[in-house]
């Protein structure tokens, strides 16, 4: 079995309980007791109560450990989801950086580094948040719609925790959280990731300090907070001995190490440059003429958004001109960020039509660096897939005969890649919108549209070889 990589992943978001910032200091003593790092993920506001309530015995232990950034209010109204609900691609992007750069600010001047990871409050979904983040320096996104095997969207490392620690636990409960992991750690026979989550106030509190003030919409006054009820100090105790025993219990397993999300980015951190040879271009050709895809050739991760640029710079760098390149480079590309509407394209389409359509695809993915929503010709729109799908045809024939197709048959690749629908992702994104923080009935289908244009983007991220 090869290494198997566990990070404790502790969201700290109560900024109401006082009582919630002792117990940090309680949770960074189990773990240096054992000499491993945590990942403290902190909401913007909780890390200024912490300088307003004077806490800087709290925020010294804190340094020891990886500092991540949970949004800078949580589920303060309007949550992420709620200010992104109308926003287009481009100015939602903005708007994220707009309102959480000050969190990310703060954490990085009161630590001396920028978050290890962004981390979803609660079910408040946008996919302009990824993307936002890595803009804004943060290269890592956790939870929200995604598995616990890391995967590459919109250029940013995304997973979501394998399992969670139960804050409330007993002893009675060790055995089960030791088959619980038991059970993640032998589906991880390849090596992996193994996200473990909690949330330090849950081990003070009854209730989730969001719940008591902000569910279903409620919008109370900074000045009138209500600070959570709190558990009994002899079962506060009790579970915090559950934690001890169940880090020291997987220690024990002599492949797992413990790394934070800092080290987390760092395995999966893909390389400067990435090429793809042309006998391997070809071969991602054939696999895509077929199905609309995320592919893995040779140890290299591939989006459909890469490939369908990959091909066309192949197409219209060098095979319209007669030459062959022995490699070509792989460029991040986003997906589209408008639907296309009706008249795709279907049928015959000659090749002076195509490349006509695949230069313009080019100048244009060059210049926004995603890709376009449709390519028309008169009366005619070709969307993404089947340009993807006539481009990966074109490069095919081209590898068995050496020269063009006369014209190429568009008629199977979906709209959207198949993790849609492998990863059931409309049904993931409406699981976030039950979330007790939202509004009754809250949804947004311009959330919803845009996570599946920006599906173009997932691919596998791969573990490095240590």
């Given at each position: 079995?090869r290494?198997?990589?566990?990070?404790?992943?502790?969201d700290?978001?109560?900024?109401?309980?006082?009582?919630?910032d002792?117990?940090?200091?309680?949770?960074i003593?189990?773990?240096?007791?054992?000499?491993?790092?945590?990942?403290?993920?902190?909401?913007?506001?909780?890390?200024?109560?912490?300088?307003r309530?004077?806490?800087?015995?709290?925020?010294?232990?804190?340094?020891?450990h990886?500092?991540?950034?949970?949004?800078?209010?949580h589920s303060?109204?309007?949550?992420?989801?709620e200010?992104?609900?109308?926003?287009?691609?481009?100015?939602?992007?903005?708007?994220?950086?707009?309102?959480?750069?000050?969190?990310?600010?703060?954490?990085?001047e009161?630590?001396?580094?920028?978050?290890?990871?962004?981390i979803?409050?609660?079910?408040s979904w946008?996919?302009?948040?990824?993307?936002?983040?890595?803009?804004?320096?943060?290269?890592?996104?956790?939870?929200g719609?995604?598995?616990?095997?890391?995967?590459?969207?919109?250029?940013?490392?995304?997973f979501?925790?394998?399992?969670?620690?139960?804050?409330?636990?007993?002893?009675?409960?060790?055995?089960?959280?030791?088959?619980?992991?038991?059970?993640?750690?032998?589906?991880?026979?390849?090596?992996?990731?193994?996200?473990?989550?909690?949330?330090?106030?849950?081990?003070?509190?009854?209730?989730?300090?969001?719940?008591?003030?902000?569910?279903h919409?409620?919008?109370?006054?900074?000045d009138?907070?209500?600070?959570?009820?709190?558990?009994?100090?002899?079962?506060?105790?009790?579970?915090?001995?559950?934690?001890?025993?169940?880090?020291?219990?997987?220690?024990?397993?002599p492949?797992?190490?413990?790394?934070?999300?800092?080290?987390?980015?760092?395995?999966?951190?893909?390389?400067?440059?990435?090429?793809?040879?042309?006998?391997?271009?070809?071969?991602?050709?054939?696999?895509?003429?077929?199905?609309?895809?995320?592919?893995?050739?040779?140890?290299?991760?591939?989006?459909?958004?890469?490939?369908?640029?990959?091909?066309?710079?192949?197409?219209?760098?060098?095979?319209?001109?007669?030459?062959?390149?022995?490699?070509?480079?792989?460029?991040?590309?986003?997906?589209?960020?408008?639907?296309l509407?009706?008249?795709?394209?279907?049928?015959?389409?000659?090749?002076n039509?195509?490349?006509?359509?695949?230069?313009?695809?080019?100048?244009?993915?060059?210049?926004?660096?995603?890709?376009?929503?449709?390519?028309?010709?008169?009366?005619?729109?070709?969307?993404?897939?089947?340009?993807?799908?006539?481009?990966a045809?074109?490069?095919?024939?081209?590898?068995?005969?050496?020269?063009l197709?006369?014209?190429?048959?568009?008629?199977?690749?979906?709209?959207?890649?198949?993790?849609?629908?492998?990863?059931?992702l409309?049904?993931?994104?409406?699981?976030?919108?039950?979330w007790?923080?939202?509004?009754e009935?809250?949804?947004s289908e311009?959330?919803?549209?845009?996570?599946?244009?920006?599906?173009?983007?997932?691919k596998?991220?791969?573990?490095?070889?240590?």
């Open positions: 079995m290494r198997i990589y566990v990070a404790f992943q502790f700290t978001e109560d900024f109401i309980t006082p009582e919630a002792d117990v940090l200091l309680d949770l003593k189990i773990l240096d007791q054992f000499d491993v790092k945590g990942s403290f993920c902190i909401v913007g506001e909780k890390l200024r109560a912490l300088k309530r004077g806490r800087s015995d709290v925020l010294e232990a804190l340094k020891r990886d500092v991540a950034y949970q949004s800078d209010f303060v109204h309007p949550v992420i989801s200010y992104l609900r109308d926003k287009g691609w481009d100015d939602g992007v903005e708007e994220v950086k707009r309102r959480e750069s000050p969190g990310i600010k703060c954490i990085e009161t630590f001396g580094v920028k978050p290890s990871a962004f979803q409050p609660g079910g946008a996919p302009q948040t990824p993307y936002a983040s890595t803009l804004m320096g943060v290269p890592t996104y956790v939870d719609i995604f598995h616990d095997t890391p995967v590459w969207f919109c250029g940013a490392l995304c979501r925790a394998a399992m969670s620690f139960p804050e409330d636990s007993t002893f009675a409960c060790l055995d089960a959280l030791k088959s619980r992991f038991e059970e993640i750690y032998r589906s991880k026979i390849d090596g992996g990731l193994i996200t473990i989550v909690m949330h330090p106030c849950k081990f003070v509190t009854e209730k989730f300090w969001d719940a008591v003030n902000f569910s919409g409620r919008n109370p006054p900074m009138r907070l209500a600070p959570a009820p709190l558990r009994d100090r002899e079962e506060v105790e009790e579970s915090l001995q559950v934690f001890q025993k169940f880090l020291g219990f997987i220690l024990e397993h492949n797992v190490k413990i790394v934070t999300f800092r080290e987390v980015t760092d395995l999966y951190r893909r390389p400067r440059e990435r090429r793809l040879r042309l006998e391997e271009i070809f071969e991602l050709a054939r696999r895509t003429s077929k199905c609309n895809d995320w592919q893995v050739i040779d140890g290299v991760s591939v989006s459909p958004a890469e490939m369908l640029r990959l091909f066309t710079d192949v197409i219209v760098d060098y095979l319209q001109e007669g030459f062959e390149p022995r490699s070509a480079p792989l460029h991040f590309t986003l997906g589209p960020t408008s639907r509407g009706e008249n795709q394209l279907s049928g015959k389409i000659g090749m039509d195509l490349l006509e359509m695949l230069r313009y695809a080019k100048n244009f993915m060059d210049n926004h660096g995603r890709l376009p929503s449709k390519v028309s010709i008169g009366e005619v729109n070709a969307g993404p897939s089947d340009l993807l799908e006539a481009a045809k074109t490069i095919s024939y081209y590898s068995l005969h050496g020269e197709p006369e014209s190429v048959e568009i008629c199977c690749l979906s709209e959207y890649p198949e993790v849609v629908e492998r990863w059931s409309t049904e993931r994104v409406n699981r976030q919108w039950r007790i923080i939202f509004p009935e809250f949804r311009r959330i919803e549209e845009l996570t599946l244009l920006q599906s173009w983007t997932i596998p991220a791969i573990l490095k070889d240590e």
